[in-house]
């Protein structure tokens, strides 16, 4: 387990998050890397990992995608191999990413990993999302500016870069040290020596993956079929003009559509998203039956939620007694208002085990949604 050090959560989110850049010297004390760079070489040659390699020799860079048959061929000069979602592949480093709780699952992406030799890096760069940069093994030197207009580059058509800018933070990154860089703050990380790197990367959907997602939820689920209507309609002076009341009556009927229960199910629904559906489902379903699952929860067996999976569940009222729902990979369960408290319990750990004080209040109910998160892959028991 990964526990982080030498931060208050409060004070980081009052004055950095978003905000400024921050170096957490020693976040983690005694460092240990969840994975080597062979691990992150195997899984750049699966073809369902997304990984590439940027590599700079002399003036002239280079980026080739994955999956790599032979790696070696690419590895030239001064090169990073920069590998997606490694937590969805390696229990260690969900497990990683899981120190960062303190910021919503819903807000989080993935686990990027890099592996570099000495000098290298991705060049001068902003990102448009937040992200927490563990120093793995090695160490490298990180210069972070503040957002401001710079001069964009495109060395190679896959590498957008920027000429320079003025840096605020200039330190050596060691084992175990962290460091916070808040959307749009320029940054540059060389490597010293061969180095390791895991970037915790934060999701912040724009109006138009929001807009584009809701009209498929609407469209999916044949909702919002509604029309425009004008039986006060008046004669006018040119036949091609909207008038200003008819666009307000747009408006309207838009703005109408926000009001409605659908409309935060599609929240929840949106943000539960995380992980290929396809993928997933034939990686992960199993096929146990409700006995199986109820006599392991009934013999103290950990579940593990699979990797990458966000459950979340919009807040309620507390006085709420209403059925409690919430959303994984896009779909919703329910369950009665007095399994409420074991299932928040369960969708707040990656690792869940029913002692025996809560045994009696494990209803029926909650053993058959065991079974069918399990046989859906959402979470595996210990074997
Ligand atoms: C890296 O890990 O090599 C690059 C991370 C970044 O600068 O965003
Ligand atoms: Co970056």
């Not at 319990?345 to 065991?370: H, I, P, R, V």
Request: proline share 5%; glycine share 4%.
């Amino acid at each position: 387990m990964y526990s982080l050090n030498n931060i208050d959560i409060k004070q980081f989110l009052t004055q950095y998050w978003q905000k400024q850049p921050l170096v957490i010297k020693q976040g983690f004390a005694n460092f240990i890397d969840p994975l080597d760079e062979n691990d992150l070489a195997g899984l750049s040659q699966e073809p369902s990992v997304d990984s590439r390699i940027v590599s700079q020799t002399r003036n002239s860079w280079e980026v080739s995608h994955g999956p790599f048959e032979d790696i070696n061929a690419y590895c030239v000069g001064a090169w990073s191999l920069l590998v997606q979602s490694v937590d969805h592949f390696i229990p260690e480093a969900d497990e990683l990413m899981r120190a960062f709780d303190f910021i919503p699952h819903w807000r989080m992406d993935d686990l990027m990993v890099s592996f570099s030799n000495k000098d290298a890096g991705v060049g001068p760069h902003l990102d448009q999302y937040d992200v927490f940069i563990i120093q793995g093994k090695g160490s490298r030197r990180w210069k972070v500016g503040l957002p401001g207009s710079f001069e964009a580059i495109t060395p190679h058509k896959d590498l957008s870069q920027i000429t320079g800018f003025q840096s605020v933070i200039d330190q050596v990154l060691m084992p175990g040290d962290i460091i916070y860089i808040p959307a749009n703050h320029p940054h540059n990380g060389i490597a010293l020596e061969e180095c390791l790197n895991y970037s915790v990367g934060f999701r912040a959907p724009s109006q138009q993956e929001m807009l584009s997602s809701f009209a498929d939820f609407a469209i999916d689920n044949n909702l919002f079929t509604a029309r425009y209507t004008d039986a006060k309609l008046a004669p006018r002076e040119f036949s091609g003009e909207i008038k200003q009341h008819e666009i307000a009556r747009f408006k309207e009927m838009l703005q109408q559509l926000l009001e409605t229960d659908h409309f935060t199910n599609w929240t929840a629904h949106f943000l539960s998203q995380s992980r290929d559906k396809q993928e997933f489902d034939e990686q992960f379903m199993q096929n146990f039956s409700l006995q199986e699952v109820t006599e392991k929860l009934q013999a103290g067996v950990h579940f593990f939620r699979s990797p990458g999976i966000k459950a979340v569940f919009v807040e309620q009222q507390p006085s709420s007694i209403q059925d409690f729902t919430f959303y994984l990979q896009g779909e919703a369960f329910s369950v009665p208002h007095a399994d409420k408290a074991l299932v928040t319990e369960l969708l707040n750990k990656a690792d869940f085990c029913l002692n025996d004080t809560k045994l009696d209040q494990s209803s029926m109910f909650f053993t058959q949604l065991m079974t069918t998160l399990v046989n859906s892959g959402y979470w595996f028991p210990e074997d």
